[in-house]
């Protein structure tokens, strides 16, 4: 299992996600989001977040309008581990292994 949860520097939360292998998530702002972030420059579907069988997170930006950030770079698609941080809009989120 894998944990998304928001840092201290993030402008809304606190928010605690969390992914078990094989879910796909979707982020954003809307009610119908997987994981909703009702925060500033969020677009109401901003990114998926894949945990795969063999362990692996990937995160894909669904053309939101501020971008998806995995350590303060931008993404169209990228693989996440354990101490990285994912941003959309203000919101960081770091990963965390939650065995």
Same mark, same amino acid.
């Given at each position: ?6 840092t ?11 992914l ?28 998926? *977040?894949?945990?795969t069988?063999?362990?692996? *997170? ?21 693989? *996440? ?8 809009g203000?919101?960081?989120? *770091? ?5």
């Amino acid at each position: 299992m894998w944990i998304l949860e928001t840092t201290d520097r993030s402008e809304a939360g606190p928010f605690t996600f969390r992914l078990m292998p094989g879910a796909i998530k979707t982020i954003g702002r809307s009610t119908t989001a997987d994981f909703i972030v009702d925060a500033g420059m969020v677009s109401r579907f901003h990114c998926r *977040v894949t945990a795969t069988e063999d362990g692996k *997170v990937e995160i894909q930006d669904l053309e939101s309008t501020n971008g998806t950030f995995v350590n303060d770079r931008r993404v169209d698609r990228g693989m *996440v581990g354990i101490g990285d941080r994912i941003r959309v809009g203000r919101v960081e989120l *770091v990963v965390k292994d939650g065995q």
